[in-house]
């Protein structure tokens, strides 16, 4: 069956079910608001957050737009193996980051951001590298889910692609703005509720309608080899092993994973991450089953868009009701990403810019929410202008995941090893981000020796991941002996044929290089740090006079 008819509402009946949705939103976060607003409950709800509202935001925020689309594209490109090393690998690294986040909130329990705690472990260098790549990383997540919805909206309305933006936009924007990080989370749980029904419902609809097994079965035959095959190198290679590498990235660099796990109950953490892992890889995995439907079914994407996947799928396969209940569901998974980054966004600000160097210690709370505040209103901006280039989704996910590569192994270094410096981490990233450029733009042609040593530099950055997964579940001695054995198997395995993949190759670049450069520096200054400094260095901005009562 080759592009079945596309269902589309009518003008009247899109703006209908918008509106329907986010004033519903709007009203729900308006039972969070609070006259006196408190900066520690706007930025992490004063780190008091439940199980259940904790695991449920942890969930959704995860489940971003990339998540609908990028494992539906997944599915339609490798075929069987496709839906599994999108969702598999992104609920294992929900999972890595637990035992990491355990430290995290030992060392400070009063943090609101992970680059204040490096502010506090390094200074304000450290601090600032976070901060700028959080920073890009969340305008980047919020053009990607801006240009989902406006994908949604072109394909199932005659309205235009740059309309749906426009409205979703507006429509985070207006009930972000006020409570913060608290609205969040809070429409996050009713948000992951609804996105279970996918799971349970809207998927198993559509492989009926769409002919079920007997469907599938006939398409095998227009599949090539590598589509058919469950353990398929090329998509490891291409798919598997980049996103992987990404998404642990993600896990430790992006700051809405960070602000969840600095606001949940420390007591609470470990659960949280296990229940969140369980939800995205069940959801996630069945969304990447319609883009393999898609391929079995031989569907071409529209205008040649692998974006459109997913809203044709269900234009095609389900009813008006259902295809209405579909359209909100992906609308609501996407605005609680959103949302989640413009919290990030203003925590940021608010923490690391104003609150921890350009306040110098005498914030003023009231100037922190008008900041946090105008940040949320202009990366809206900032992003709906980005999401009208209309870029490759699965693209910018693993770019920017390979770029926050950089960063993974000195930010841990730096919260377990005392002998890591501000100079180390700095340096550090500033190397890594330079060979991941060269290697990811093809800045040198990748033959001879130049490509022997990139590859050797990302065997290191391989064993790095192992090593730090090891580490963070079986401690130190099995780290280090998982991560140099994974060293050696990759500098062998990879020489002379990993230049053929430079997505990987520069995500592992990145990896390697930034350990061996923080590793080297670090050994050389014979200076230790006490990590009890951490803890008394990071305070509630409440519990901090204000200007006017240090005047006085």
């Known amino acids: ?59 959704a925020t995860w489940i971003w737009a990339a998540s609908f689309y990028g494992a539906a594209i997944s599915g339609y490109n490798y075929g069987l193996s496709g839906p599994l090393h999108y969702g598999l690998w992104g609920a294992l690294m929900i999972l890595f980051i637990y035992p990491f986040g355990l430290r995290f909130r030992q060392l400070a329990p009063n943090a609101h951001t992970l680059a204040e705690v490096m502010h506090a472990r390094h200074g304000s260098g450290s601090q600032m590298i976070l901060a700028i790549s959080n920073l890009l990383g969340s305008v980047i997540s919020l053009m990607v889910n801006f240009t989902a919805a406006g994908a949604l909206v072109s394909v199932l309305s005659p309205l235009s692609f740059q309309t749906g933006v426009l409205i979703a936009g507006v429509g985070v924007l207006s009930y972000t703005l006020w409570s913060g990080f608290r609205a969040s989370i809070l429409t996050d749980f009713a948000q992951v509720v609804a996105m279970m029904g996918i799971a349970v419902i809207i998927i198993p609809w559509v492989y009926f309608n769409a002919g079920g097994a007997d469907a599938l079965r006939e398409g095998m035959a227009q599949v090539t080899a590598e589509q058919a095959d469950f353990f398929s190198r090329t998509a490891i290679l291409e798919q598997g092993a980049p996103f992987f590498v990404a998404v642990l990235a993600y896990a430790i660099g992006n700051q809405t994973i960070a602000q969840r796990l600095f606001a949940v109950r420390q007591d609470l953490i470990k659960p949280t991450f296990i229940t969140a892992t369980l939800g995205y890889g069940s959801i996630v995995i069945g969304l990447g089953m319609l883009g393999m439907m898609a391929l079995f079914l031989g569907v071409q994407p529209m205008n040649g868009d692998v974006n459109n996947i997913i809203p044709q799928m269900a234009s095609s396969y389900l009813p008006p009701f259902m295809i209405a209940l579909f359209f909100i569901l992906v609308i609501g998974s996407l605005s609680s990403t959103a949302d989640s980054d413009l919290s990030a966004l203003s925590a940021i600000m608010m923490t690391d810019v104003y609150g921890r160097n350009l306040a110098k210690g005498k914030p003023d709370t009231k100037k922190m929410l008008l900041l946090g505040r105008a940040t949320m209103i202009v990366a809206t901006a900032a992003g709906l202008i980005f999401a009208s280039f209309s870029l490759d989704i699965l693209v910018m996910l693993v770019f920017v995941g390979a770029l926050w590569g950089a960063i993974v192994f000195p930010v841990i270094a730096s919260c377990y090893w005392n002998r890591v410096t501000n100079a180390a981490f700095v340096w550090a990233v500033a190397v890594a981000l330079l060979l991941f450029c060269v290697v990811r733009f093809e800045l040198l042609t990748m033959t001879g020796f130049t490509a022997y040593f990139f590859e050797i530099v990302a065997g290191v950055g391989g064993g790095v991941v192992v090593g730090l997964m090891a580490f963070g579940f079986l401690g130190r001695t099995m780290g280090l002996l998982v991560g140099v054995i994974g060293a050696v198997a990759g500098c062998w395995y990879f020489a002379g044929f990993l230049r053929d993949y430079p997505v990987l190759l520069a995500s592992l670049t990145a990896y390697g290089s930034s350990t061996i450069v923080c590793v080297a520096l670090s050994l050389v200054v014979r200076r230790e740090f006490d990590f009890d400094l951490i803890s008394q260095r990071i305070d509630n901005f409440e519990d901090i006079p204000e200007p006017e009562a240090l005047k006085g």
């Open 1 to 59: 069956m080759n592009d079945p008819a596309i269902f589309q509402f009518s003008t009247l009946t899109v703006i209908l079910l918008l509106v329907g949705f986010y004033g519903a939103t709007f009203l729900m976060s308006t039972f969070v608001n609070q006259k006196e607003e408190n900066v520690d409950g706007y930025m992490v709800s004063s780190g008091r957050v439940g199980f259940g509202i904790s695991a449920a935001s942890m969930t």
